[in-house]
């Protein structure tokens, strides 16, 4: 007959009152370290707060420069008090295109306002501190058209555009 001897190991390991005990006191340092972490990530700008106040000038310039390229004619006259950009659109044969666009600039509030054809001015941009716009022309027509905006209250205030028109429109 074999006889078996009890042999009694001692046991490492936890116990399930000390697994369940610490996994609590983890989980509540957890959800305090997630609070603070929350809370910091709401005191720093994002880049998409950071490029809410850039789009709108960009957004404005883009509008600009896809009307320009399908202007047949263009006049830019400059007055004491404002700047005004006329683009004359060349006929799509689309309903609703604008045949007029006029961008008016006013000195004096700072706003780029747009007008299409019969409709109401529509602000596009607001808090412009310099516009400059610049036609290059061959003869009389343009070719290239560079416009400079500083918009204050954004981040990157500066916003340039060099627009090639393919169809060089006659400048009035």
Request: hydrophobic share 40%.
């Amino acid at each position: 007959m074999v006889r078996y001897s009890k042999i009694v190991h001692p046991r490492s390991g936890f116990t399930l009152i000390e697994v369940v005990t610490s996994l609590s006191i983890m989980s509540v340092l957890l959800l305090g370290l997630s609070g603070a972490v929350m809370v910091g990530s709401r005191a720093i700008p994002s880049a998409t707060d950071i490029g809410q106040s850039d789009q709108v000038p960009i957004d404005a310039i883009n509008r600009i420069r896809s009307e320009l390229r399908e202007a047949s004619a263009i006049r830019y006259q400059v007055g004491a008090n404002e700047h005004e950009m006329k683009i004359q659109i060349k006929d799509s044969g689309a309903s609703g295109t604008p045949s007029v666009i006029v961008y008016r600039y006013s000195l004096a509030s700072g706003t780029l306002m747009r007008k299409a054809d019969a409709q109401d001015a529509v602000t596009l941009v607001s808090g412009i501190s310099s516009l400059v716009i610049e036609i290059t022309d061959d003869g009389a027509d343009a070719s290239v058209v560079y416009l400079r905006m500083t918009v204050e209250g954004t981040i990157k205030q500066v916003y340039e555009m060099h627009a090639l028109l393919p169809d060089k429109p006659r400048v009035i």
